[in-house]
T-cell receptor, first 113, second 114 residues
Framework: GENVEQHPSTLSVQEGDSAVIKCTYSDSASNYFPWYKQELGKRPQLIIDIRSNVGEKKDQRIAVTLNKTAKHFSLHITETQPEDSAVYFC????????????FGKGTMLLVSP | DGGITQSPKYLFRKEGQNVTLSCEQNLNHDAMYWYRQDPGQGLRLIYYSQIVNDFQKGDIAEGYSVSREKKESFPLTVTSAQKNPTAFYLCASNIYGGATDTQYFGPGTRLTVL
């Protein structure tokens, strides 16, 4: 089955800095890669996703890049703000079998004012 | 994601008891999922269902059971066979095989075994 590794587990930045979270996946058949943000005690919410036919996608301060050859994808947050503080999860969906999502273990991002 | 509800928000169980967590959605989604979340472990898939009256085990199904009698509902039972049930349980749903794969999550149920 699919295996997703996520790094780092914690990330502390100053407000205004950029933050990068990286994920690798094992199944070359995976074709959909969402990123979720989860605030303390709340439900995960989708912030951006990318499909395997695209190398990069941007949405304001958030961008995701995908390298299919290396089987890794990254989340980039620019001009971080304190409200960006949360746990971020990457996930990968295999195109084989029942197409479920496999999640990374999460990155706790802390943005200090 | 406001179309997915879970109840109760908090649940306390004594050892040896079975408890059932509710998940309902009014998004007309075909597929529904149950995840377990533990600190530092991410989201792990317990069970999922892509159509009514059918469901499959996920990665950590032991000690859990589900049913899918209606499209809108996917209850999860945590049985006494689950050795360490204290966790945050999340339900999710999406349109299976649709143009978008986005899974929408419910607000979660925090289960504590006393």
């Amino acid at each position: 089955g699919e295996n997703v590794e996520q790094h780092p587990s914690t990330l502390s930045v100053q407000e205004g800095d950029s933050a990068v979270i990286k994920c690798t996946y094992s199944d070359s058949a995976s074709n959909y890669f969402p990123w979720y943000k989860q605030e303390l005690g709340k439900r995960p919410q989708l912030i951006i996703d990318i499909r395997s036919n695209v190398g990069e996608k941007k949405d304001q301060r958030i961008a995701v890049t995908l390298n299919k050859t290396a089987k890794h994808f990254s989340l980039h947050i620019t001009e971080t703000q304190p409200e960006d503080s949360a746990v971020y999860f990457c996930a990968a969906r295999s195109n084989s079998g029942y197409s479920t999502l496999t999640f990374g273990k999460g990155t706790m991002l802390l943005v200090s004012p | 994601d406001g179309g997915i509800t879970q109840s109760p928000k908090y649940l306390f169980r004594k050892e040896g008891q079975n408890v059932t967590l509710s998940c309902e959605q009014n998004l007309n989604h075909d597929a529904m999922y149950w995840y377990r979340q533990d600190p530092g472990q991410g989201l792990r898939l317990i069970y999922y269902s892509q159509i009514v009256n059918d469901f499959q085990k996920g990665d950590i199904a032991e000690g859990y059971s589900v049913s899918r009698e209606k499209k809108e509902s996917f209850p999860l039972t945590v049985t006494s066979a689950q050795k360490n049930p204290t966790a945050f349980y999340l339900c999710a749903s999406n349109i299976y095989g649709g143009a978008t794969d986005t899974q929408y999550f419910g607000p979660g149920t925090r289960l504590t075994v006393l």
